[in-house]
């Protein structure tokens, strides 16, 4: 099953990329490459549209699907990408999108950082603890020279009070950003993008692990081990106690439910 995505709201429209979507599992997947979506975020950054991007896996489906409010807000988002391999399956099994790679969060976090270096785009960095995000901007400044990062606000890992979620979303709108790379862990990344679209000028990209493989802290799977779907199982040896219940019960459930998806859209 396929639709168009790309346009949420009047104050949203755009001549901009546009793509077709897959509904894996109620979560609307659209059919993105590197290519388009990293134009389509640079568009809606450069114009400081405020805008969501979800780096969509099997867990983020599988949250989805047992929260109603949570899939509806990924239903408003302005891109969902294609994040890991058994999700770029399900897009190409229901939707026939004939995708050939995925749009790993990991990757577009640096080719976001570099397009923005090359395009004098403001970088914000928003979530995880302070040692690690400041380790991140180290990185990126060190592997992008010149690359504007304009601001970092690590997670205070408790619901924040007005006054503080009224600093931040100033000082993200002062610093002149016009991508937040945020990195929080699904879902709660997800819903802080979803809450703040309408205050936040800028496009908030959802990454989530990607700060911390790039700050260092994790080692990410090899390659070999990602093409074949089975980074899932890199990240349980990594982490067991942490991993365990998410991948030991939502991965076989994502693989019934997907298979009972297509058989009934063969059947009609």
Same mark, same amino acid.
């Given at each position: 099953m396929s639709h168009t995505v790309g346009d949420v709201g009047a104050h949203h429209c755009t001549s901009a990329t546009k793509v077709s979507a897959s509904n894996v599992l109620g979560v609307p997947v659209g059919h993105w490459t590197y290519t388009t979506a990293i134009e389509r975020i640079v568009d809606l950054g450069r114009r400081r549209i405020g805008s969501a991007v979800a780096a969509c896996n099997v867990h983020m489906v599988m949250t989805a699907r047992g929260n109603a409010d949570f899939r509806r807000r990924l239903t408003e988002f302005e891109l969902v990408i294609p994040d890991s391999q058994p999700v770029r399956w399900a897009v190409n099994l229901l939707g026939h999108a004939g995708l050939r790679q995925t749009v790993a969060g990991m990757d577009l976090t640096l080719r976001l950082c570099e397009v923005a270096r090359d395009q004098d785009l403001g970088?914000?960095?928003?979530?995880?603890?302070?040692?690690?995000?400041?380790?991140?901007?180290? $990185?990126?400044?060190?592997?992008?020279?010149?690359?504007?990062?304009?601001?970092?606000?690590?997670?205070?890992?408790?619901?924040?009070?007005?006054?503080?979620?009224?600093?931040?979303? $100033?000082?993200? $709108?002062?610093?002149?950003?016009?991508?937040?790379?945020?990195? =929080?862990?699904?879902?709660?990344?997800?819903?802080?993008?979803?809450?703040?679209?309408?205050?936040?000028?800028?496009? =908030?990209?959802?990454?989530?692990?990607?700060?911390?493989?790039?700050?260092?802290? =994790?080692?990410?799977?090899?390659?070999?081990?990602?093409?074949?779907?089975?980074?899932?199982?890199?990240?349980?040896?990594?982490?067991?106690?942490?991993?365990?219940?998410?991948?030991?019960?939502? $991965?076989?459930?994502?693989?019934?439910?997907?298979?009972?998806?297509?058989?009934?859209?063969?059947?009609?």
């Open positions: 970088v914000f960095l928003y979530g995880s603890y302070p040692e690690r995000v400041s380790r991140l901007g180290q $990185n990126l400044r060190h592997w992008y020279p010149g690359l504007r990062l304009v601001g970092i606000q690590p997670s205070r890992f408790r619901p924040l009070t007005i006054e503080e979620d009224r600093e931040d979303i $100033n000082r993200i $709108n002062d610093s002149g950003a016009h991508i937040v790379l945020v990195g =929080m862990g699904c879902p709660r990344q997800e819903y802080w993008a979803s809450e703040h679209r309408s205050s936040v000028k800028a496009v =908030m990209v959802c990454v989530g692990g990607a700060f911390d493989v790039h700050s260092g802290v =994790m080692p990410r799977a090899p390659e070999w081990i990602r093409q074949n779907g089975l980074e899932w199982a890199y990240r349980l040896l990594r982490e067991p106690r942490r991993m365990w219940r998410r991948y030991i019960y939502n $991965n076989p459930a994502f693989l019934v439910l997907l298979g009972a998806a297509w058989i009934r859209e063969r059947l009609g």
